[in-house]
């Protein structure tokens, strides 16, 4: 009797393994990009610290907030195109020239991601003549369930949030570095 528990037990077990191997949902996303600017580490932090400032993102129209940049400072970033993202600051280590922010609010439709939250820092390059800055983020695609459709799949969330860094970094250079 026991051992017809026994496999009656280790037969239970196997089929709840093979179903739940096969109904896993989304895994964490993490991203990284980096880039150095040629200006002192200090300028830099000025700019990326700025919370309430998110002009040198070339999506950004306009950005509105309240709260400066302490922890629970919110903002709204009106993009080119319209929509909307609310983002509000987790952290701010001003020592460590370090901003961590989370996206409270996006349709995904324009950015294909949930439970987003990302980190700016800044680090002394060149003996402090120059910064890296390091924009990276963490987050689910877009669709929560077993088989999203492709524009919101884990490739659709990695590629649009490459892309948004990639040209984020590359604008704060631009920005920083021609002065403008």
Do not use: C
């Not at 196997?14 to 300028?43: D, F, W």
């Not at 910064?131 to 524009?151: H, K, L, M, Q, T």
């Amino acid at each position: 009797m026991k051992l017809q528990l026994f496999t009656a037990a280790l037969a239970a077990t196997t089929l709840l393994a093979a179903v739940g191997a096969g109904a896993h949902g989304p895994t964490r996303q993490k991203i990284s990009e980096k880039i150095e600017i040629n200006a002192p580490p200090e300028k830099v932090w000025a700019v990326v610290s700025n919370f309430q400032d998110g002009g040198w993102i070339p999506v950004v129209a306009k950005t509105e907030g309240t709260g400066g940049n302490a922890p629970g400072a919110k903002r709204t970033l009106t993009l080119k195109n319209g929509a909307t993202v609310e983002e509000e600051v987790a952290k701010l280590e001003p020592e460590t020239m370090t901003l961590m922010y989370r996206i409270d609010k996006v349709d995904v439709a324009v950015l294909p991601v949930t439970n987003y939250s990302s980190w700016l820092v800044v680090t002394p390059a060149d003996g402090g003549k120059k910064s890296e800055v390091e924009w990276r983020g963490a987050f689910y695609r877009g669709y929560p369930n077993n088989d999203p459709p492709p524009e919101l799949n884990d490739e659709a969330a990695i590629k649009a949030v490459t892309g948004l860094y990639k040209a984020g970094l590359e604008s704060l250079k631009k920005q920083i570095e021609g002065g403008s």
